[in-house]
């Protein structure tokens, strides 16, 4: 089975309660799931896992302040993580426009910046369209871990 740590970024905490649901599910399946609320640059090197991000949009595309202090050290300190294999669910609402889903575009651009390999298409979740993100990305992580080496 396979160990991934995911690193969660949430305001009003549908990002948690989806990061919890994963965690949940697939640890009943035999995977190990590190959750990470208020990562810090530090835990990218704890382990060589590879890294899953859950996080909410907000504002006009911004990262959730949790998450932010991560998101910022990743980009000034450029830790590298050459290789590491990592993805994204983003979660958002799509009347916001240009600025959808921007949290996980930023995440993708500093991940690729220091060297790690995104694997797969990340996950959009649309508030507009679903109340209960974690039942489109349970399935999705699952085929997401297949892909992994």
């Not at 160990?3 to 599910?25: C, K």
């Not at 896992?49 to 991560?70: H, I």
Request: hydrophobic share 40%; net charge negative.
């Amino acid at each position: 089975m396979t160990a991934i740590t995911l690193f969660v970024g949430s305001v009003y905490g549908s990002a948690l309660m989806t990061a919890r649901e994963i965690h949940r599910q697939l640890t009943l399946e035999g995977h190990q799931i590190r959750i990470l609320e208020n990562p810090e640059i530090g835990d990218l090197s704890a382990d060589t896992n590879p890294v899953l991000l859950c996080t909410s949009t907000t504002g006009q595309g911004e990262l959730p302040p949790g998450l932010l202090p991560f998101y910022l050290d990743l980009r000034d300190q450029m830790p590298m993580q050459t290789g590491r294999p990592f993805n994204i669910i983003v979660l958002g609402d799509s009347s916001y426009g240009e600025t959808y889903c921007g949290a996980g575009a930023l995440l993708e651009e500093a991940f690729l910046e220091v060297g790690a390999r995104k694997v797969g298409e990340s996950l959009r979740i649309d508030a507009l369209e679903t109340t209960e993100p974690e039942t489109q990305a349970v399935p999705w992580v699952r085929e997401w871990l297949k892909q992994l080496p």
